[in-house]
């Protein structure tokens, strides 16, 4: 059973920092997940990888498979980046798996 | 932008009693999926559903869960009788093929069991 950790838990900064939120996880997977969720719960994917580096607009993922390790990067950030982000990952089994989540890192941005 | 739609947005139950949760997911996607998410807590995965049948499920996904795909485009969950501890925000995901592809969520069905 993969186990998915993030850090930190929580993260308050102003607009314009750089942000890094990191994930690691235990077990071999065949993709990892970065997602937003809002306030009122619904949950967005914002990146689907399964190796090296994915940009999309002010935000970057990486994955490091050997250390099974991600991180999330926003570039000048904004409070409308204020949400829940959470990291999930489908193990290596393949067929239709689930997605094992992270506990998500609660992101405040303060104008 | 498509999307995966979820019906009730809020339900509130008796404890006891049955609950069906209704997804549309996304046309021409393939596979389907049920996760919860206790208030407080990280969003756990419940099952998965390919090919008109059930891929995988948790040790969550007990006797009294069910899911079907009726018609062809709705996907539900069933909950037989509902306890407590069952009171969370249900999301339905959709996911056209596993490789390289999006998965889209629902905007949840908050379930509460009184």
């Known amino acids: 059973k993969n186990e998915v950790e993030q850090s930190p838990q929580n993260l308050t900064a102003q607009e314009g920092e750089f942000i890094t939120i990191n994930c690691s996880y235990s077990v071999g997977i065949s993709a990892l997940h970065w997602l937003q969720q809002h306030p009122g719960g619904g949950i967005v994917s914002l990146f689907m990888?399964?190796?090296g580096k994915k940009k999309h607009g002010r935000l970057i993922a990486t994955i490091n498979i050997q250390e099974k390790h991600s991180s999330l990067h926003i570039t000048a950030s904004h409070p409308r980046d204020s949400a829940v982000y959470i990291c999930a990952v489908r193990s290596g089994g393949g067929g239709a798996d689930g997605l094992t989540f992270g506990k998500g890192t609660h992101l405040i941005i303060q104008p | 932008e498509p999307e995966v739609t979820q019906t009730p947005s809020h339900q509130v139950t008796q404890m006891g009693q049955e609950v069906i949760l209704r997804c549309v997911p996304i046309?021409?996607?393939?596979?389907f999926y049920w996760y919860r998410q206790i208030l407080g807590q990280k969003v756990e995965f419940l099952v998965s559903f390919y090919n008109n049948e059930i891929s995988e499920k948790s040790e969550i996904f007990d006797d009294q869960f069910s899911v079907e795909r009726p018609d062809g485009s709705n996907f539900t969950l069933k909950i037989r009788s509902t306890k407590l501890e069952d009171s969370a925000m249900y999301f339905c995901?959709?996911?056209?093929?596993?490789?390289?592809?999006?998965?889209?969520f629902g905007e949840g069905s908050w379930l509460t069991v009184v």
């Open positions: 995901a959709s996911v056209q093929i596993l490789s390289g592809n999006t998965i889209y």
């Open positions: 046309s021409n996607h393939l596979y």
């Open positions: 990888l399964s190796s």
